[in-house]
């Protein structure tokens, strides 16, 4: 399908609203913000290419779109749990390069439930999900070394924190107006 060039050529759709913040053209939440929705909330998603239908306005390369867990009439719940921790997490030989590397104490951590069902049996239902997503990474700065003077950027070479967390939570309700 080709790379993409930036934010501003694809749109998300969510539940048929487009996600789309129109002063800078980005989608709304981009990644470096985290997810716009718990990942247990989502029933379904499609991804198209070339989308040249109307209903997919200022879309230029790629469109996705998903929709949400609804309730029904029965009673469900799911839960979820991950954990990475300093073990798990290599070391580039790049990093390697830092003086006095030591790699620090990283880990990311990410739960999250989902509940779905009836608030009035056959009108009235509900789906509510939540996430958390904590992550206490690092960032490692190696610096260039031109021949003029190698150790002029030595100063701001090395590890530094990068901690983040998201919270997220949906809860999605449906009204049956009339059983027709």
């Known amino acids: 399908a080709g790379s993409l060039r930036n934010e501003r050529a694809l749109n998300l759709y969510v539940d048929g609203v487009e996600m789309k913040n129109l002063n800078s053209t980005n989608v709304v939440g981009s990644?470096?913000?985290?997810?716009?929705?718990?990942?247990d909330a989502l029933q379904e998603y499609h991804v198209l290419i070339n989308?040249?239908?109307a209903e997919y306005t200022r879309g230029a390369a790629y469109i996705i779109s998903a929709s949400t867990q609804r309730g029904t009439n029965e009673a469900h719940g799911s839960a979820f749990g991950f954990l990475q921790n300093k073990d798990f997490i290599s070391v580039t030989r790049f990093q390697r390069g830092i003086p006095n590397f030591a790699k620090p104490d990283v880990n990311r951590r990410q739960a999250g439930l989902s509940l779905r069902g009836p608030i009035a049996h056959d009108r009235l239902f509900y789906a509510l999900s939540y996430e958390e997503s904590t992550i206490h990474n690092y960032v490692a700065v190696v610096p260039g070394r031109p021949a003029a003077d190698p150790a002029l950027w030595d100063s701001y070479a090395g590890v530094f924190d990068a901690p983040s967390r998201?919270?997220?939570?949906?809860?999605h309700t449906t009204y049956i107006v009339n059983d027709a």
């Open 166 to 171: 998201n919270q997220t939570a949906l809860l």
């Open 51 to 53: 989308p040249y239908d």
């Open 31 to 39: 990644p470096a913000n985290g997810s716009l929705i718990p990942v």
